[in-house]
């Protein structure tokens, strides 16, 4: 069965990086778009950015824009979220999804879902 897997959180301090991956299992999302979405506790699940299938469209949500980029590797099948300049506020599960099509900020839309990965930014 087709999964979607995050890598790549942890602990950092404010300010600091992290890259998280999101790797497809027995599969591949040709012609999907791939968003990264983020829960943090007590708080409901909101959107951070998308990338189209070719990676030549990304859309960001405000509050990461200019912080945060998403890239991704198809031949790896496998998509990356860059995240900089991190605050306390960032800190949530980290999760990946998978859309047929053009990208949304609309969680509903996706399909696919990865397990998450805990970052925890520390101030």
């Known amino acids: 069965q087709a999964q979607l897997v995050e890598s790549g959180g942890g602990l950092v301090q404010a300010g600091g990086s992290l890259r998280l991956s999101c790797a497809a299992v027995?599969?591949?999302?040709?012609?999907?778009?791939m968003g990264w979405f983020r829960q943090a506790p007590g708080k409901e699940r909101e959107f951070v950015g998308y990338i189209n299938w070719s990676g030549g469209v990304t859309y960001y949500a405000d509050s990461v824009k200019g912080r945060f980029t998403i890239s991704r590797d198809n031949a790896k099948n496998t998509v990356y979220l860059q995240m900089n300049s991190l605050k306390p506020e960032d800190t949530a599960v980290y999760y990946c999804?998978?859309?047929?099509?053009?990208?949304?900020?609309?969680?509903?839309?996706?399909?696919?879902w990865g397990q998450g990965t805990q970052v925890t930014v520390s101030s």
């Open positions: 027995g599969r591949t999302f040709n012609g999907y778009a």
């Open positions: 999804a998978a859309r047929l099509g053009f990208g949304s900020s609309n969680q509903n839309e996706y399909k696919n």
